[in-house]
């Protein structure tokens, strides 16, 4: 068992005790309470337990989609609006609900607890998420796109969602993502953005330094780096959470580390994927001081919600990065993807470690299967030779969402099935929406 607290502590045969969602006692095999104070006790011989996985960066809804980008570079302008943009802009509030469900399956399946969201469609996100059990950080995102009314009603509805969700459960928790800051959000907005995430009091997670475009406005107008220019504006006052952060220059790097709640999701596999020169400087972060969290991105980019793959690309990839063995250790990546996670979104004193008083958020892993054998470091094996698909039990606050390896609240069957029928009416829209403007342009010609 990997307790993943101060002390990295790990329990061969130990114990977690659950009462009323919380942990309350956690220890190595000698200590275990006495089972008949509890109403079950579970045997995990042979299981890896550690904390839920924290996946710090995606876009549940759009596993609409997966595999329907490919050859695109998503972290770029042109190849994020031609194969997501324009599709999107035929999603209907009805689109969400089912997709989110298999998003949220997908994660619970391969032992994610808990998971930071980013889109519009905020308040139907947070009702699929609640439905699913999973706990979320689901940020308002705002795509302004030099339509200026667009922006100001987004702003107005993004208000309306952190009034909306501020009494929510514990398991929801409302933030606020302006998508691209001077890609696609103008100065102005971000001012009006910063300002209502200071007047509510949330995190802002926002897109940073993924793609060429992200600091042309800021260099060409100041001189300065996007990063540079938001922290101008005040953005790294409060909690601010950054996705991918690719070219960061080491002046961001210091904007990061000089902020008292700055962090940054380091998304290796969509970094891959996308093809773009260089990729996150993680190490160096680290070395700053700032915290580094994992994220799959979307499922368009990645295209899978494993984080235990994601934690073996992230090791990989520093690797290379950084030419040296191991730059990040197995206990670094495990680390990044539960207590960093939870750092991240401000919620390390509540998930990412198994230590008594913390919710339950609890991953078991089956390591009796093919491809596990004996070893002095569970991490590594974990990380390397495991993979998500060997979740067999996972809680969120006490609460069992996987058992065996399936679902508990709703059948994955009937969230597929739900979603397949979500999945086949939204490309036909899409299609019709096309073929329409393919008319227009042709009577235009004519
Ligand atoms: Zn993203």
Redesign the pocket.
Known sequence: MLSVDAENRVFEGGFVAIEDGRISGVGPKADTPNPSGFDEVLDLTGHLVMPGLVNA?T?SVMVLFRGRSEGQSLLTMAGWYNSIREPELSLEASDIGPSVALSCAEMALSGTTTFCD?YFYAEEIADAVKQAGLRAVIAYGIVQLGDERRGEEELRKATAFLEQQRSSDGRVIPWFGPHAPYVDNTEALLIDEVAVANKYGVGLHL?MACGPEDNEETQRRYGITAAVALERLGFFKGRIHA?HCIDLSDEDIAVFARAPHASVSYNASAGLRSGRKGMCPAVALRAAGVTVALGT??VAANNSYDMVSEMRVAGLVASHRERMAQPLSSRELVRMATIEGAKALGLEHEIGSLEVGKAADIAAFDLRGAGYSETPDPETLLVYSGSGRDLRHLWVSGEQLVADRQLTRIPYDTIRREYSATYQEFWNRVAAAKSMVEQTNNREVA
Do not use: E, K
């Open positions: 960066h876009h980013q897109h996705a991105d979307n």
